[in-house]
């Protein structure tokens, strides 16, 4: 029997959070009479204690949304409108398998998929819909929005996103929280590094923005975006030169010291002190504290806790190269509660081939499009370089005209009458309103799932607690609906859901410990570093990559300045970054009313010295706006935000906005040094009041 017949009218039902958060909680939803009635944190699941964030466990209310797409529906306004009427799933499937038929017969590659975390799972994500778009030839899209940056900073160095076990946090004596607002972000890890501090460690926030979390550490660096690596060669120097060095550890499991060495000694505190903009002193200080830790000595053992915010700047993958590189320094790596953790995605042992099934390309080679730069991509008119012009997107989970960079010329590219949009959703997203056809999705509650996580080394099973609603339909079963009518016949393009939840992992995940539990711990070390082992191709973690070098770029790590520095333009003079509104998930949750009332209103924080130069007033109507564009929000003058840079929190869907606009109107399409990511955090602009409020 399918296991998703297997529904409970009542009772408890194990699942997981699909959101994209390091924290992948284990879930229990109370089922009555069919209904779901409350969502919690599974107090069985270590990492979860029964604690959710307020975002998830207001996830009831996002289920049952008055708001939620349940029917097809067809366009019948102007791209952008929202105007929509009802249609039948076979009437929709019927049209929308012709006419993508009509364009793979001629151009294959003028098809494009475009989704990402909207949900974490790998069954709803990347498994029939890869196999469909494989068996098409469609373009591929190159998934860099978040944390490629970050991921080819870590596996150019330690060979994998790989790191510390995050329980083990609970046991440092000093943690370093940098480039992310933990409270907000990976509310459990926060939970251990509490622990640790009520144990006696020292916790440092580094991070351009007073953050809550830095509001409960005992230290913030508050230094300019796009520094990080500057502050870590800074570390490294002091290390060096007063001997805070684990030489074994050096000689024995690193790769490229002497050329890390003489880098590094060309970075003393004063001058990463000038480049941050942060006392000299707050340097030496931290050095010193690292220092005290190497070999887990008399300072006890020291944790780095990374986060995505600090790649998304020019140099974001040489950033996140340098502060991994700082564990191997000190040794930290010979202890459970020593070394760094970005992400542990990389030691999870998913079976993509066999879920994606890249096979079924049968030896052609689409070209590849980069999700960051979907707006460049959908206003090309194609030629021999990028290949025929993009006749049809199809969307699924993601918002790409919110979330992707300099949205004018995203907003541009989906209005063009001539580009066929399918868009598979749970709400009526800015994205869904260019849609040409919008395919109610089922959200988490409806639908099996299976997930590994990038803050934890639990794979986590998602049961459905209740039937669809309305006439929603995992993504899945569209896309085993489309390839049927478009004649794609292999039988994998018909899997269900439970074969896939079992293809996931093959045998390196004990199956019927998933369905008893809804959890499984992988069987890993505590310290997987101690003896080096690193799963990089020397075994060592790499402070000079040979791969890098091969490409022509730089073998060890450096500081780039950003493209858009502090002070390189008269016209822009203030940075800007755009981290997450605390009770948002990137554009996810935007509508849930309870959510949006705690956020208000699209926020800017900036400096009171920099708002006092403006005549910006607290709780005015400012205008942001660079060269690619503008948008009005609200000021709160706070020293959340460091002088000479504001914080434009996000993502608001753009047509909640004063203006039907957001901050990424603002940000562009270069993008990062390694990865191929965007730089959202590399954005200058000025800020001035809003005259037609004012005149109002």
Known sequence: MSLALDLPRNGQVRGACPHDCPDTCALVTTVADGVATRVQGNADHLHTGGVLCTKVSRYVERSYHA???????????PKGSGRFEPVGWDEALDDIAARLSAI?????????PYSYAGTMGLVQGES??????????????????CASAGAEGLTQT??????????????????LVWGGNAIASSLHFWRYAQEAKRRGARLVCIDPRRTETADKCHEHIALRPGTDAALALALMHELIVHDWLDHDYLREHTLGWEQLRERALQWPPARAAEVCGVPQEQIERLARDYGACRSGGEGGSAAIRLNYGMQRTRGGGNAVRAVASLPALIGAWRHRAGGMLLSSSGQFPVQRAALQRPDLLAGRRPRTVNMSTIGDALLHPGDAAFGPRIEAVVVYNSNPVAVAPESAKVVQGFAREDLFTVVLEQFQTDTADHADYVLPATTQLEHWDIHPSYGHTD????????????????????????????GLIDPCLQDDDETLSRQAFGDAVDFDALLRDGFATLALPDAPFAQGNFPSPSGRCEFFSARLAAQGLDGLPDHLPNYEAIGSSADYPLAMISPPARNFL???????????AIEGEQLLEIHPVDAAARGIADGSTVRVFNGRGSYRCRAEVSTR?????????GIWWRKLGLDGRNVN?????????LGRAPTFYDCLVEVEADSAAVAR
């Not at 819909?129 to 190159?142: I, P, Q, V």
């Not at 995050?166 to 000093?174: C, G, I, N, Q, R």
């Not at 935000?641 to 929190?649: D, I, P, S, T």
């Open 67 to 77: 708001e939620r797409l349940l029917q097809p529906l067809r366009r019948v306004g």
């Open 104 to 112: 793979a017969a001629r151009a294959p590659e003028a098809i494009l």
């Open 128 to 145: 029939i819909a890869a196999r469909f778009f494989h068996a098409l030839g469609a373009s591929l899209l190159d998934r860099t929005i």
């Open 158 to 175: 330690l060979g994998g996103k790989v790191g510390m076990k995050v329980e083990f946090f609970a046991e440092a004596k000093l943690i």
């Open 459 to 486: 794979v986590l099973l998602n049961r459905p607690a209740i039937a669809p609603l309305g006439q929603a339909r995992p993504n899945t079963a569209i896309f085993r609906a489309l390839a049927a009518r478009m």
């Open 586 to 596: 990137n554009s996810s949750f935007v509508n849930v009313t309870s959510l949006r």
């Open 641 to 649: 935000a460091r002088e000479g840079v504001v914080n434009g929190l």
């Open 665 to 673: 109107e603002l940000t562009s399409q270069r993008l990062t040094d």
